[in-house]
């Protein structure tokens, strides 16, 4: 039995680390999740500058609701060679979301657009 042990661990370790990786999905879950919280230096953790830029201006005029009773709801993702969408809702009932992502150096950050 303990020479199964080992690598039947490695392998479940193996498919947690991959599937909880740097996906639109889980960066998206991330960072609306931070947000919602009011957790600003977190969320920009998984944003591109630009987007990080605009959370500390909207957080210095206090434009950032909290919402502590926020639940991301996946709904499904396009991705397209460096840019996705992630469409999610806040609950079953609610409508969706879109959100935009972008790939920099390998890692999907959310990339937010004043008036878009």
């Not at 609950?91 to 937010?112: A, N, Q, Y």
Request: with cysteine; glycine share 8%.
């Amino acid at each position: 039995m303990n020479r199964y042990f080992l690598p039947g661990l490695a392998l479940l370790l193996f498919f947690v680390l991959t599937s909880c990786g740097n996906s639109p999905q889980s960066v998206a879950k991330n960072f609306t999740e931070n947000l919602a919280k009011g957790k600003i230096s977190e969320a920009k953790k998984y944003a591109t500058e630009p987007t990080g830029e605009m959370l500390d201006f909207a957080s210095k005029i206090g434009a950032m609701p909290v919402n502590t009773d926020f639940t991301f709801i996946y709904v499904d993702k396009t991705v397209e060679g460096d840019q996705a969408t992630v469409r999610y809702k806040e609950s079953p009932d609610g409508h969706e979301e879109t959100i935009k992502l972008v790939r920099i150096d390998g890692e999907w950050k959310v990339h937010m657009q004043p008036g878009k």
